[in-house]
């Protein structure tokens, strides 16, 4: 399932991340976190180590996609699988939500997300999911309507206080 793209001399290799991707999918994590959130930690080794076990761990519910460019993993993305409540007409049923896509600043708007989205979406119709969702950055939502999602007048959502 690996697609690769050009954009100017960037070529990039997006596919399905392996337990092999944890520590640079941890460290885009960290990436993310510190740059954009403003996060002051100074527990980085402790970051990576705990987040390359939780990839590991999570596997079969959290599958994730790597962008490489000349070998260095440069954006991610999460496809998060869930079981849904079975129906007579549909017994084993299935849902996806995208999460924590990232690509570094200095390559965004190349198409890298946009390949990370198309590999996870085909992945997603290989799964058989029902839907998938996404919960978006406002810089975001032109790329999510670009791959497809739509806004639904009946998706709620609920945040503790």
Known sequence: M?????????????????????VALAGLRWRRLTEEDGYPGNDHDDFVELFATWVTEHLSTHRPFVAEVDGDVVGMAWLMVADRVPAPTRRHRRTGDVQAVYVVPELRNSGIGA???????????????????????????????????QHGPTWLSWQPE
């Not at 690996?2 to 944890?22: C, K, L, M, S, Y």
């Not at 799964?127 to 032109?142: C, K, M, N, P, Q």
């Open 115 to 149: 390949a990370l989205l198309t590999v996870m979406l085909a992945e997603a119709r290989e799964l058989g999911l029902e839907h998938v969702t996404v919960h978006s950055s406002e810089r975001a939502v032109r790329l999510y309507q670009r791959a497809g999602f």
């Open 2 to 22: 690996p697609n690769d793209i050009h954009h100017g001399q960037i070529r990039a290799d997006v596919r399905a991340g392996t337990p092999a991707d944890a």
